[in-house]
């Protein structure tokens, strides 16, 4: 409260008491300063703020007047009541509410704005402008603060970025400093801030709380230090302003870390996926733990995340792995005690154990050479330090190696470059992220298991021996799992690679393997009989594979041979591959134009069923057709009646596939085939078959929905068979043949099925 | 089909059944979707004969949902039925309906099953006791059936 006489020489004070004890002796004095003060009551109620709410340059002023008044009422009470300085302080208290109050946190709110705004723009600007006198312990950081540019050059003031107008300028903010430091003299001198401190931090909360949200989403780049020093020079000017005294610095600080802290936290699974991208929001959470000691809570906040927005079944098993690659890589930037890694990942490891396609994605992560992961798979040995995750220690917090909870809240720091090692040893799974994803399954044979029957897939995928993709795998694989788990896909490779040498001319490409070593599945496929000319070359091929290797028997796997073929038709030729049992029930049409599904069947040596997909295959590609029911027939010539031949012939190729007793092998074949000529009329009595079909949904619609006329049941058909549309006239004539044939009825327009007239 | 778009796959598996059935023709059994929209079915069966049912031919109703064959269709009696196991509404007690359901079955084994449940009712959960009731009684069931059909199935 010296505030107010803080000017005044002690003789001039010493004299004001006289004066007024004189004036009136001391029992007077007593009732003379409780009238004045009633009298000062009246005036200080009288004095209010023109405006509600302080929100922009006018209110700002509007306010700075009304503190003005006050400080009127001020020096007319100590002219009047000097000395009686707490009892100013009484009134004051008394005649400031709640509203008052408010008022004042929304102008020091907007004040900070706006220093912000030019601390960061160009600090040295605050002492170029006129405060006033600062001086002291306050002034001393002031200049210290703000005397140099670093960090706030660069931005224009026309960067609005909070304060609106009353910086955009370098003229209006050193107007600005000016009244703001008028304000700021005021409410020291009012003595009002004894008990208005809740209204500056509050003002400070609020700025810092505006300025970090809007750095939301904004990943890129650091936020926390430039957006710490900004705050930190606000709060200094303040703080000298409002006469030297630390108020609002220490807390602005804080409230920058614990604003960023939880806003990044919020934001912590998106950063995630934003990965690599978002490093710097890492940093700046890694910063803001550190100081804070919430490293649980992220953890406890980011586990929740998981659960909601990766571990449901919309989430590929893809993308919940790539998410789970970059939380590892994160985790361990964010805290190298991996503590956090340990609680976030339990559930994902959980549910990645759940889900049954998990092992063949890390697999084909693993060698499609396209993830991420296969960076790390091909070095999993690398030495701790060489892993990517690792970064430069930023000032080491020197804990040594943090395992128990405690002490990584207690004292959360990177560790140092020495104690990294020790630290990786206690945590070997974290080597890096392929063994992490190795080691949600307790056995690692799952994996070598899955690669075996992707690499068997692949190897009998493509015609061909080169292998060389493939041995790439293979290798990067033994590098990971150890030479002894890979021993059966050494096997595959080198099958082979022997096949290739015991190649024995010929249009066969046969891939001889091993039964006992190939994971390949074998699918369940009728055995078919083969056509003479392919017979025999199998035989011959076997017979000179067996003189070679006296103790081995092939077997045939026909389910994995691929046959090429060239099918001569009478106006095309046809080019396709075909498994044996395809061909071969081709070829069944070499002498005949036209075969009944039973005879085909009879020639495969297998069931009907495996015989009409054989021939429906022909079908789809335009070399057969269906003549009638259960009866081919090839298609000669595209255009309406065939007449013809063929020839067949083809040559084939490459086939594969295992096994015999202890081995094995096998391979190939070929085939031909060719068809017969058709006879004129085919097109009529494929026609004649496609309209059975339509009958029997005719009779469907008609035994279900009763009598129909004809423009009815030819929508319908047009939507139910729309590969086979028929013309409403051709219909008509169908139906009108069945009306002949006594199986319709045609009454009043509808047709009914015969025999069922009460429908 | 312009109805509102159910999954393709649903689409694709009701075109195949309807297929198979139209090409079976079975005896006595027959369904074909609703001119607009394939997930709505009528089906006509028969009762089978030397049954009462003989002679006596039945519509129903079929709905099918969208994540069928997974989850049962939806089907109840179109024509008024007087049977042991089906209600007054034409609802249906027939266990592969509701919990004993599988995505084996389909339209032609659902009709075959529902063709046998006319002459072979389960009289031990009925939705309509006095069939059940009477169902010992082949001589009176057949004359109290013949009647609640003449009443009720022309209504159709």
């Known amino acids: ?759 | 089909m312009s109805a509102p778009a159910p999954s393709p796959a649903v689409i694709k598996r009701l075109q195949s059944e309807l297929m198979a059935l139209m090409m079976s023709n079975p005896e006595g059994i027959s369904a074909f979707p609703q001119p607009d929209n394939m997930l709505n079915w009528v089906g006509t069966i028969a009762g089978a004969p030397s049954t009462v049912y003989e002679g006596l031919t039945y519509k129903l109703n079929l709905k099918f949902p969208a994540d069928y064959p997974f989850t049962a269709p939806t089907i109840t009696f179109g024509t008024p039925c007087w049977h042991p196991n089906v209600d007054e509404h034409g609802n249906i007690c027939l266990d592969i309906l509701k919990e004993k359901w599988s995505a084996i079955y389909n339209v032609q084994s659902i009709l075959l099953s529902l063709q046998t449940l006319l002459a072979d009712p389960n009289v031990a959960s009925p939705l309509n006791g006095q069939a059940a009731q009477l169902w010992e009684n082949q001589d009176e069931y057949k004359r109290v059936l013949l009647k609640h059909y003449k009443e009720h199935a022309h209504q159709q």
Not at chain 1, 234 to 252: N, P, Q, S
Not at chain 1, 504 to 528: I, M, T
């Open chain 1, 1 to 759: 409260m010296s505030n107010l006489c803080e000017g005044l020489p002690d003789e001039a004070l010493q004299a004001i008491v006289e004066q007024i004890k004189g004036r009136s002796g001391a029992p007077a004095a007593e009732s003379s300063i409780d009238r004045v003060a009633g009298e000062y009551r009246a005036r200080l109620r009288g004095v209010r703020c023109e405006c509600s709410e302080v929100g922009g340059e006018r209110e700002f002023g509007q306010f700075l007047e009304y503190l003005g008044r006050i400080g009127d009422v001020a020096r007319g009470w100590a002219r009047d009541a000097g000395g009686a300085q707490m009892a100013w302080g009484a009134l004051v208290y008394e005649s400031f509410g709640a509203a008052q109050i408010g008022l004042l946190q929304q102008w020091m709110c907007l004040g900070l704005r706006c220093v912000l705004r030019i601390v960061e723009t160009d600090p040295a600007l605050v002492l170029r402008a006129d405060l006033g006198a600062i001086g002291g312990e306050g002034g001393r950081r002031l200049r210290d603060c703000c005397g140099c540019r670093e960090g706030g050059a660069g931005r224009a003031w026309g960067d609005d970025s909070g304060g609106g107008d009353m910086c955009g300028s370098e003229a209006a903010a050193l107007r600005f400093l000016g009244e703001f430091a008028r304000g700021c003299r005021l409410l020291a001198e009012l003595s009002i801030l004894d008990y208005a401190r809740g209204a500056v931090l509050g003002a400070v909360d609020q700025a810092v709380g505006e300025r970090v949200e809007a750095q939301a989403g904004r990943w890129a780049e650091p936020v926390l230090q430039p957006l710490a020093r900004g705050v930190g020079r606000a709060a200094c000017v303040v703080d000298a302003l409002l006469g030297g005294r630390r108020l609002a610095a220490g807390h602005a600080e804080a409230q920058v870390y614990a604003r960023v802290s939880a806003l990044r936290e919020r934001e912590l699974f998106g950063i995630i996926v934003d990965y690599p991208e978002s490093r710097a929001a890492i940093d700046d959470l890694r910063a803001c733990v550190g100081r804070l000691g919430n490293m649980r809570a992220v953890a406890a906040a980011l586990r929740g995340a998981v659960r909601r927005r990766l571990l449901h079944p919309g989430a590929t098993t893809g993308d919940i792995l790539t998410q789970y690659i970059s939380a590892i890589r994160c985790l361990r930037l964010l805290d190298p005690s991996s503590t956090v890694l340990e609680i976030v990942a339990q559930p994902i490891r959980a549910y990645l154990r759940s889900r049954d396609n998990t092992v063949a994605c890390i697999v084909q992560d693993m060698v499609s050479g396209e993830s991420e992961l296969f960076e790390d798979a091909g070095e999993p040995g690398a030495e701790p330090g060489a892993e990517p995750g690792a970064e430069p220690a930023a000032g080491g917090g020197g804990e040594g190696v943090v395992l128990d909870e405690d002490s990584a809240q207690r004292g959360w720091a990177p560790l140092p470059a020495e104690a990294r090692s020790v630290c990786r040893t206690a945590q070997r799974r974290d080597a890096d992220a392929v063994s992490l994803l190795v080691s949600i399954f307790d056995s690692r044979d799952v994996f070598v298991r899955e690669f075996e029957a992707h690499l068997a897939q692949s190897l009998l995928r493509h015609a061909g021996y080169d292998t060389a993709r493939e041995r790439a795998q293979v290798e990067m694989m033994k590098l990971r799992f150890g030479a002894r788990a890979l021993e059966r896909s050494e096997v595959m490779l080198k099958d082979v690679a022997d096949s290739r040498r015991i190649r024995l001319g010929g249009a066969h490409q046969p891939l001889v393997v091993s039964r006992q070593f190939w994971a390949a599945p074998e699918p369940p496929e009728p055995h078919v009989l083969l056509p003479p000319p392919l017979a025999a070359m199998r035989a011959r091929y076997a017979a000179a594979y067996e003189a070679l290797n006296p103790a081995r028997r092939l077997e045939w796997r026909d389910a994995q041979a691929l046959v090429t073929l060239r099918v001569q038709l009478a106006d095309r030729t046809v080019e396709a591959e075909a498994r044996p049992a395809q061909a071969a029930a081709l070829f069944a049409f070499q002498d005949a134009p036209a075969r009944a599904l039973a005879d085909v069947a009879q020639a495969l040596g297998c069931g009907e069923d495996a015989a009409l997909r054989c021939l429906r295959f022909w079908q789809a590609r335009g070399v057969l057709r269906e003549a009638g029911a259960g009866v081919f027939e090839a298609v000669e010539a595209l255009g309406e009646e065939g007449a013809a031949v063929c020839g067949g012939d083809d040559d084939g190729h490459k086939g594969q596939q295992e096994h015999g007793a202890s081995d094995d092998d096998d391979d190939d074949n070929d085939d031909e085939a060719a068809a017969g000529g058709a006879g004129a009329g085919a097109a009529g009595a494929a026609r004649a078959a496609a309209l059975r079909v339509h009958f029997n949904f005719i009779v469907g619609m008609l035994t279900n929905f009763g009598p129909l006329a004809l423009d009815r049941i030819h929508a319908m058909l047009g939507m139910l068979l729309p590969g086979e549309a028929v013309a409403a006239d051709e219909l008509r004539d169908f139906l009108a043949q069945m009306v002949r044939e006594e199986r319709l009825d045609l009454a009043g327009g509808t047709y009914r099925l015969r025999g069922r007239a009460g429908q």
